[in-house]
């Protein structure tokens, strides 16, 4: 991790750039744009500069999800971003993974934002 930001600015990052990357691609399909694959790419790249590398000494549900980020999702978006832009060869179960995903994404983020910024406070 190069970069510690605030959980609620990362909440806002999946919310508005993540979730809407994934549901245009999954709704889209085959008439998504090229550079909503490049995006995708751009979003995996920043897994190593912002999602700490998991300690193993002491796990708890945060290195769960630091452990998902590097293991599953980083290969996940590359693989989806490489089939999308260079073999534009996506199965239609892999739209609609994406489109589900981006709607999980979105939902649960802006419930933690929510959590985080107007319950904590009071």
Known sequence: MLIRLPIHIINLIHVFIISSILVYIGYNQTLADDNSYLALLIAASFIPILVPIPSLENISGMTAIQIF?????????????????????????????????????????????LYHTVLASN
Do not use: K
Not at 81 to 95: K, T
């Open 69 to 113: 980020h590097y293991l599953v999702i980083l290969p996940f978006l590359i693989y989806v971003s490489y089939m999308g832009y260079v073999e534009r060869n996506l199965g239609d179960a892999s739209y609609t993974t994406l489109f589900i995903t981006g709607i999980i994404v979105f939902t649960y983020h802006a419930i933690r934002f």
